[in-house]
T-cell receptor
Framework: DADVTQTPRNRITKTGKRIMLECSQT?????MYWYRQDPGLGLQLIYY???????NKGEISDGYSVSRQAQAKFSLSLESAIPNQTALYFC???????????FGPGTRLTVT | RKEVEQDPGPFNVPEGATVAFNCTYS??????FFWYRQDCRKEPKLLMS???SGNEDGRFTAQLNRASQYISLLIRDSKLSDSATYLC????????????FGGGTRVLVKP
């Protein structure tokens, strides 16, 4: 079984809709991250959390919110989706020491 | 200017050949460096860390040049399976140990 899972894997939604992307991990890591990836732009950090009570904004947090429900779960919400939020979204975890991050398989979101 | 910049490529490489490409970073407080590999529409995965003295992992060699603020990746004896996008990643201590990703360099190995 995958260590980092994301649901849904693909989602098409309409402008103005609220949508939640979920991430779960079995690696036992405290640190979790949400990124979006657009072609040619690399991964941009949306939000990150170093433990259940710690939530931090990343580079591009506007239009997004997160919830860290438990050590193993970190969800990303788009309160009112807009077309330029169409992207590939990745969740990742790390133990905070080695620098390595472990990524989920990604969620492909299309906002029409 | 982006914090981490890469030539997007693609680098078209004959099978068996050697390919090398660089990544430049702008923040002198950058502490740790990594190369990640990303296959099309898949998640990034750590390929190798980059150490100050340079390091090898099989056919892959990574170098760090702090004075000029770049890192490099060299792939020897390229295999078809090396076709992927290679992401340069920098960890900045003063930025809460977050990782900053470059846009990636695409490598296509052809028979």
């Amino acid at each position: 079984d995958a260590d980092v899972t994301q649901t849904p894997r693909n989602r098409i939604t309409k402008t103005g809709k609220r949508i939640m992307l979920e991430c779960s991990q079995t690696k036992g890591h405290d640190r979790m991250y949400w990124y979006r990836q657009d072609p040619g732009l690399g991964l941009q950090l949306i939000y990150y959390s170093f433990d259940v009570k710690d939530i931090n904004k990343g580079e591009i947090s506007d239009g997004y919110s997160v919830s860290r429900q438990a050590q193993a779960k970190f969800s990303l919400s788009l309160e009112s989706a807009i077309p330029n939020q169409t992207a590939l979204y990745f969740c990742a975890t790390s133990d905070g020491t080695s620098g390595e991050q472990y990524f989920g398989p990604g969620t492909r979101l299309t906002v029409t | 200017r982006k914090e981490v910049e890469q030539d997007p490529g693609p680098f078209n490489v004959p099978e068996g050949a050697t390919v090398a490409f660089n990544c430049t970073y702008s923040n002198s407080a950058s502490q740790s460096f990594f190369w990640y590999r990303q296959d099309c529409r898949k998640e990034p995965k750590l390929l190798m860390s980059v150490y100050s003295s340079g390091n090898e992992d099989g056919r892959f060699t990574a170098q760090l040049n702090r004075a000029s603020q770049y890192i490099s990746l060299l792939i020897r004896d390229s295999k078809l399976s090396d076709s992927a996008t290679y992401l340069c990643v920098v960890k900045i201590l003063t930025a809460g140990n977050k990782l900053t990703f470059g846009g990636g360099t695409r490598v296509l190995v052809k028979p």
